[in-house]
């Protein structure tokens, strides 16, 4: 059986920097000080982002960098559970992730790491988030994760059978199918030195984009 690859990972957006997530980067006033008022230090902040199908390992990292860079997690798996049960519904699962994508773009704008797993399918997803956290100062690392489908499926079956309340059944054909329609990262794209693309045609900015892909309610 071959190996499962290695995630990739490396940091990317427009704010190019050498610093680890959470180095201090910049200083803010207020309170007691030298002049009666204290130095603040806000942190910039890191955007990870989880690329990947089903069953790749994308959950089990986005928990290690919650854990490892006090990083905010939002799976969105979780949450479409928690509500849907064993309902999986396409529109829900766009106003979900939009939802979650608001509270960690707060979340970065307070200086507070970010892990998003959702997957990613798709560039202009991966473009707008990029845009998002660039334009709060951000960094972003994205990190793309791979496995030969006979592996993916072990893996789902044994999802499946362990713990059916984390997952929703997945046919051969459906793997297939989202295998030929998943952008995967560019190099350039994981590494940063890819510029951020243009939106598509029709939206003026990646925030007017992202507000049409991820609506605020279900229609």
Known sequence: MQRARQPVASSVGAVPSATTPGTPVRVGVG??????????????PTLFLTVGLPCTGKTTAAWRIEIEQRALRLTKDEWVKALYGHENPPSAQDVIEGRLIQIGLRALELGTNVVID?????????????RAAADLG???????FELD?????????????????????????????????IDIPTPGELDGSEPIDDPPAGFATWNEWRTHRWPPAVS
């Open 138 to 144: 951000a960094t972003v690392q994205m990190r793309y």
């Open 149 to 181: 489908p006979a592996e993916q499926r072990r893996r789902l079956d044994r999802r499946q059978a362990e713990a059916p309340q984390t997952t929703w059944p997945m046919s051969d054909e459906e793997l297939a199918e989202w295998a030929a329609t």
């Open 31 to 44: 309170g007691d000080g030298p002049s009666g008022r204290k130095r603040v230090i806000m942190r910039q």
């Open 118 to 130: 959702f997957g990613l399918w798709s560039r202009d997803e991966r473009s707008a988030l990029r």
